[in-house]
């Protein structure tokens, strides 16, 4: 079966950064789609091309999604964080096929849920 986990979460402070790494197992990545939460929102997003990204408007500029297939793992970079980026962060995965250019970023679209990070943003 697909799994997903999570890794990278720690706490920093104000206007520090950490890098968050979702590593998928059980099958390709290049099927997927991948979607960064906080929480229950959805604040970065890859396609399974790779080709197309999507982002919250409150992380934009900030943070940046990325996937490496051959290691099969999707990054968060995350920079300039803020308090209120303080969460769990979770990655979800959507079946699209290869070469799909969708974004999903509604819960209700994913089918696979990683157990999640903490990110904590404390001065």
């Known amino acids: 079966q697909l799994q997903l986990v999570e890794s990278g979460g720690d706490l920093v402070q104000p206007g520090g950064s950490l890098r968050l790494s979702c590593a998928v197992s059980?099958?390709?990545?290049?099927?997927?789609?991948i979607t960064w939460f906080r929480e229950r929102v959805g604040v970065a997003s890859i396609s399974s091309s790779g080709d197309t990204t999507r982002y919250a408007d409150d992380v934009k500029g900030r943070f940046t999604i990325s996937r490496g297939n051959a290691e099969n793992t999707v990054y968060l970079e995350m920079n300039n964080l803020k308090p209120e980026d303080t969460a769990n962060y979770y990655c979800?995965?959507?079946?699209?096929?290869?070469?799909?250019?969708?974004?999903?970023?509604?819960?209700?679209?994913?089918?696979?849920w990683g157990q999640g990070t903490q990110v904590n943003v404390s001065a």
């Open positions: 979800a995965a959507a079946w699209s096929g290869s070469g799909s250019q969708w974004t999903p970023i509604l819960a209700t679209e994913f089918y696979q």
């Open positions: 059980g099958a390709s990545l290049k099927y997927y789609a």
